[in-house]
């Protein structure tokens, strides 16, 4: 049995004391000497670098095992992936394996072991020692995984310094590792985290996974907040260690295409356990389990068009919404189509004083009823062209427009209730404290949207309309599987029954099974409600399956935009291609499934059921 406490990231000081001090500052080929003892460690033929047996973990008041009887090996060179859907065990997988649970966690196993050194009933110390140049992590949270107040480069000269690297080494390590994950050493390890973008901080924590060239690196959906391009740099980063350097590699991911492009074996896991396993090639193009074959039919590919409505979805009127006044809030009798252009932007310009402007000329309309995606790079100017149409920034010229009047002309309360937004991070952007009813209610109090006596009535239909059941009233959103606290973000986004609803990647960290049924409630509550949507996505399989028209955006400019369908699959613009070619793809063929497609389960996880699909939404939410 192992007790583990929370134990630092190594970019908070946790590593190998490979040098003693007197011989931190050795001459450079002293220092050389030292590094290659210490990576030489790890011969080629050596021992297994993980070896695992019978794994159960268990957390503190917990009456059920997390995972069980988990069985891995792991040669040098070797790269496996481990999918599966939110609660499925596979984060408490890749925490057991290096020694980051919490403290009073019961970690029980046959055989656990790195590089032939037996881990069962390893100190803190121990798991302190091997993390950096033996095992390193990447955390699928960027926000947590980085220090806020050190520098860019700060963070990876301390990764290096206590993983046995001497001073005039690491300087050119620094810039080797951020140029390898396609990011600038003068320009971004200047930088603190909150001044880049997600998929940039993304970049940096796999920068630090990578700059002690460890023997093991356990990546926790590192690519789900990238764009096509950018992930297929950094999985080229991964795949050309693992090559190289005889680095083996764990997966943890939801996307299909990655695992099926970089996995050498597959494990696919549901309620803890593992029900499949193989070399991934069998695995994907012959799936034994029902839960397997689920996944792979729910997995979104190019090629899929545009979800249509459940059957059974009332269309929206064709008598359009109401309209507020730019200086009241009272209605006017004014008409609109389903067709008419609710929000637009003409000729915006956003800078920030860098080199070039964030948004350089962007031309959008956004039409009731239907919706436009954008896609682009990470720093292409997606979320601040979001943040000005919401009115949370200005542009520094161009024209916004609600209803043909400007923007600036509405009262904030107003915009607030006409646009709505949803972020990416739905844990983030819900109150911890609050309770899915409270939630629920703020809204509709703050805007004085119907009494105190009706609000709980009104708070039950919002349930309803995203497929959220009552008994979770009560609960608070670290109660929620991540499918859940997305419904309920949707939820609040709605309740104050919003003309334009921006999605942030609303569905970029969420498995296969969950984004499918988040999407088709999109879709449903779009036919229904004649709400307009800017959906802003990397993965162009999301994009095409949401949008009917699509903006492709790059240093801030807009490079293309049309009808997706024609975008996405006669584009001639380079850039375009490039975004579309680097796509993983896989043949479903083995699981497609005529007129319909699977979707996963949505449970709460401390009640994971052995079903493919949400109950709550059989027959409701699947085109």
Known sequence: MINTDLLAWPSAGAGTELLDDDRVESTDDETRTATTAATSKRPPQGPHVLEVAGLNVTYPGASAPAITDIDLTLAPGDTLAIVGESGSGKSTTAAALTGLLPAGTRVDARTQSHLGEDLIGAKPRTWQRILGTGIAYVPQDAGTGLNPVRTIASALAETLSVNGYAKPQIRARIAEVLSAVGLDPETHGRRYPHELSGGQRQRVLIANAIAARPALIIADEPTSALDATVAKQVLDVLSGLV????????????????????????????????????????VLAHPEHPYTQGLLAAAPHLGWGRLSPSPGIAPASDTGTEVVTADSATTTDTVHT???VVLAGRAIVRNFGGDRPAV??????????STVGIVGESGSGKTTSARILLGADRADSGEITLHGTALTDYRRKDLGRRIRYVHQDSTAALDPHYTVERILTEPLRGHHIGTRADRPMRVRELLDSVALDHSLLRRTPRELSGGQRQRLAIARALAVDPEVIILDEPVSALDVGVQAQILQLLVDLQARLGVAYLFISHDLAVIEQIADEVIVMKDG???????????????????????????????DSAVRITGGRVGTTDEVPAAPTDHLTDPTLTGAHHA
Request: hydrophobic share 40%.
């Open 557 to 587: 400019r807009v490079v293309e935009s049309g009808p997706t369908a024609r975008v996405l699959h006669e584009s001639r613009d380079d850039y375009t291609r490039a975004l579309i070619d680097a796509v993983p793809c896989f043949d």
């Open 360 to 369: 350089d000329g962007l031309d959008i309309s956004l039409r009731a009823g």
């Open 243 to 282: 090559a190289e350097s005889q680095t083996a590699l764990v997966l943890i991911t939801h996307d299909l295409g990655v695992a099926k492009e970089r996995a050498d074996e597959l494990i696919v896991m549901q309620a803890g356990r593992i029900v499949e396993t193989g070399p991934t090639g069998r």
């Open 338 to 340: 389903a067709t008419e």
